[in-house]
């Protein structure tokens, strides 16, 4: 939103105090996840909500015509990418982050999984990058914008950035993003109970003990 220049109003949900398990936010989405926008001005003129952060990134590329290529050849290759993102480095880097910080003693086999694939999807994206400036070729588009918030943050995925040099360096320059700087600048403003959440609260989160399907 901030990249495309479209105003926006912020809508917290504090996702680790049950906010998205509201009635009101299940009729934006029935997922009961974050992300979600619902634009005032949709096809037509009329509202109209979107799910996933692939879907409103493309979304608001084509709305925009922003960050996306016209380009046949260049439009799917960004395309791949963001959908590999979505499959693969949101996907497996949270189950990293859950197994490594909030799963407990016991799971050392699913550490060790989602740790190689981490590795593995960091390896792919410095070869990547090592042979054109951004993820899907010449230009800035959705699928370094999807990538970005998982591949920047190595302290939480426990990667050694001299090791990814290619990756560090792209990262920088994202980060240095007017637009970026803008975003990040409001998260520090958003409040969770994340910290002091409890037992009761991260059940229900993480879908476990009385909550769990079985």
Excluded: M
């Excluded at 299940?26 to 974050?34: F, G, M, S």
């Excluded at 190689?116 to 990058?129: G, I, M, P, S």
């Amino acid at each position: 939103l901030e990249e495309c220049g479209l105003p926006y109003n912020v809508k917290p949900v504090d996702v680790w105090a049950g906010e998205q398990f509201t009635p009101e936010f299940a009729k934006i989405n029935p997922l009961l996840k974050v992300p979600a926008i619902v634009d005032s001005d949709g096809p037509g003129g009329a509202p109209y909500t979107v799910i996933e952060s692939g879907a409103i990134l493309l979304y608001l590329a084509e709305k925009t015509g922003k960050f996306i290529p016209h380009d046949p050849v260049a439009r799917y290759d960004t395309l791949q990418w963001l959908i590999l993102q979505v499959a693969n480095v949101g996907p497996i880097g949270g189950q990293h982050v859950h197994f490594s910080k909030f799963a407990g003693p016991g799971h050392d086999y699913s550490a060790s999984r989602y740790r190689t694939q981490v590795l593995k999807l960091f390896d792919l994206y410095e070869a990547r990058l090592a042979a054109r400036p951004y993820v899907a070729g010449a230009d800035y588009t959705i699928a370094d914008i999807a990538a970005w918030p998982w591949l920047r943050n190595f302290e939480l995925l426990a990667v050694d950035p001299s090791k990814y040099p290619k990756i560090k360096s792209w990262a920088d320059k994202i980060a240095g993003h007017d637009a970026v700087k803008r975003a990040l600048a409001q998260l520090g403003t958003l409040k969770s109970v994340r910290d002091k959440a409890t037992d009761d609260q991260k059940d229900r989160f993480f879908g476990r003990g009385k909550y769990a399907r079985v």
